[in-house]
């Protein structure tokens, strides 16, 4: 008559410990999606940021190649790329460097049908004439979460805000890169 009553404790023990476990799995896998999905952002951010870096490389290298020009090469800080409408004429080196360079930003190195998707999301191109023979050279673009204002470059200022009530205001989801070329006069 005894040996009833154990078994029932037991067997209410062990669902108790069951229960437990479900719930502590549960926290775990729910912790590891979420590990799952920074993970995915996180890949995203670096992929963006080495295409804009191949951009960036990109310019610099068509500003030295053709420096008795490269005070045509200037762009407002608004730059080229997403939402402008990209250089088509060939009559100089500058048009054709300019509508490559505008075509790469807005992704168009692999296509989807008729939806660029080969850059950055939002990538926009500046060249900025800094004087003394010395250009800066950046790229900007939509970044996924809001980090910190990039503090090396005003390309694209004001044009990555989301909308009202979105964590990405005051620039806080722009990310850049830059560099400073400096083109010796060889006359």
Do not use: H
């Amino acid at each position: 008559m005894l040996m009833p009553l154990i078994r029932r404790n037991q067997r209410g023990v062990t669902l108790i410990e069951v229960l437990v476990t479900v719930i502590i799995l549960s926290i775990g896998l729910l912790g590891i999606a979420g590990l799952q999905s920074r993970l995915q952002q996180s890949e995203m951010e670096a992929y963006q940021r080495s295409q804009a870096l191949l951009l960036l490389n990109d310019m610099t290298n068509r500003l030295a190649t053709n420096r008795a020009k490269a005070i045509t090469y200037e762009t407002s800080l608004d730059g080229i790329g997403v939402g402008s409408v990209c250089e088509t004429g060939t009559a100089t080196q500058q048009q054709v460097d300019a509508g490559e360079w505008c075509n790469s930003l807005q992704g168009a190195a692999e296509l989807d049908g008729t939806s660029k998707l080969g850059a950055m999301i939002g990538g926009r191109g500046c060249v900025e004439v800094l004087g003394g023979g010395s250009y800066r050279v950046s790229v900007a673009w939509q970044g996924l979460a809001p980090l910190s204002v990039p503090a090396n470059s005003a390309c694209g200022a004001g044009k990555y805000n989301g909308a009202f009530g979105s964590s990405c205001t005051a620039d806080l989801c722009r990310r850049a890169v830059s560099t400073i070329i400096r083109v010796a006069d060889l006359k």
